[in-house]
């Protein structure tokens, strides 16, 4: 390995459905940002995956960009990183065909998340079902090395793995490497179509719960009002949400799973400033819930600010954002369609 030695390629992706919220900055778009200095990160923003639920054209349009300013407010820089729209890069959806011609209908009945968002419906739309095949496309196009991701998607980069492995089985003999000498003879190594990725599960913010029902995670659709702080929140509507937090019926501010709600809002904070849970604990010597409540809103207050300022900002100039996105979407289109060829003569399809 020389000084060149490539940095491993990381490759997520958020859907334009608008309301990001703490959780997410937390447990995924700050850690993106940081990712930056270590790893070749391309960001996506996943509107195909968006349009397995019904849409309105007009709100899509509005929040791909708001998608765009939000990474960019949260550091992701368009100079270190790909940052593009799924649909402006038309491979992603031609790979997914291919991809879904060898995946098992078996497989895909088992997924969960398919399952969870099926249930409740009368009818379900096949996108929804082929959902974890575009998305194994969106990683595999790219040669991803490490996906980083919320729990709740573990089981789809397992899929993705496992039509990596099973393509490159069927195909890598058929699709010779360039030519390498060893021990003085010439070997043509079998070159696989696609690098087999790994879930990456960031730790630090990974489990924000919600502020009124603090055994569940915080999400962004969480029906119930003052459970969720949005990226959008006024810095008022912070801080009442926070101080609002359901807690116990208790007094002692411990660090524990039979005190959710405290140990919520401990987390919340040990994620922001980056102190142990227990520093922050022993910090409260002496102190009431009262006490806890108001510095976290503070913290989470003087986190979100400059956030949304940035991105109130970045939203007031769209031709930029159209610019950025353009350029994101030409430079992704130029290492997809490397993978696309290679597809796409293992495969025998006509050049
Ligand atoms: N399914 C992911 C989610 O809902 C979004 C997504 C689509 C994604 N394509 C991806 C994440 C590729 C990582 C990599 O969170």
């Known amino acids: 390995m020389g000084a060149s030695a490539k940095k491993p390629i990381v490759l997520s992706g958020i859907q334009p459905s608008g309301n990001l919220m703490l959780g997410n900055y937390l447990g995924a778009l700050r850690s993106w940002a940081g990712l930056q200095q270590t ?5 996506c923003i996943v509107d195909l995956h968006a349009i397995t639920v019904p849409q309105d054209p ?3 349009r509005a929040r791909t960009r708001e998608t765009l300013a939000i990474y960019l407010a949260s550091g992701i820089d368009p100079r270190k990183s790909l940052i593009f729209v799924q649909s402006q890069v038309p491979e992603h959806a031609e790979l997914a065909w291919i991809l879904g011609c060898h995946t098992w209908l078996g497989e895909l009945e088992r997924m969960t998340q398919f399952k969870d968002k099926s249930a409740k419906k009368k009818s379900v739309g096949a996108g929804l079902f082929f959902y974890p095949v575009l998305m194994a ?10 996906v980083p991701v919320g729990h709740d998607q573990k089981q789809h980069i397992e899929l993705a793995r496992d039509i990596a492995i099973r393509m490159n089985g069927m195909y890598a003999e058929k699709f010779p490497g360039p030519s390498q000498v060893t021990q ?3 070997v043509k190594e079998a070159l696989p179509l696609f690098v087999v990725p790994e879930p990456f599960i960031p730790a630090v913010g990974a489990r924000i719960m919600s502020l009124q029902e603090p055994t569940a995670k915080m999400s962004k659709s969480d029906p119930i009002p003052n459970a969720t702080v949005f990226l959008g929140d006024s810095d008022d509507e912070i801080s009442r949400k ?4 359901v807690t116990d019926s208790g007094t002692e501010i411990a660090y524990t799973g039979e005190k959710p709600g ?3 809002l401990i987390s919340i904070q040990s994620a922001i400033t980056g102190k142990a849970p227990d520093e922050i604990v022993a910090s409260y010597a002496g102190k009431q819930y009262g006490h806890l409540k108001a510095e976290t809103a503070e913290i ?4 979100i600010r400059p956030l949304r300022e940035k991105f109130k900002g970045l939203l007031a100039d769209r031709g930029e954002l159209d610019r950025i996105l353009k350029k994101g979407a030409d430079a992704a289109r130029v290492r997809a369609a490397k993978t696309m060829e290679h597809v796409k003569e293992a495969l025998g399809f006509l050049a």
């Open 242 to 245: 926070i101080k609002k937090a």
């Open 39 to 43: 790893h070749e990160c391309i960001y």
């Open 184 to 186: 003085n003879k010439e």
């Open 262 to 264: 405290v140990k919520n």
């Open 58 to 60: 007009a709100e899509l």
């Open 137 to 146: 496309a969106d990683i595999l196009l790219y040669q991803a090395n490490l």
């Open 300 to 303: 989470v207050v003087e986190c």
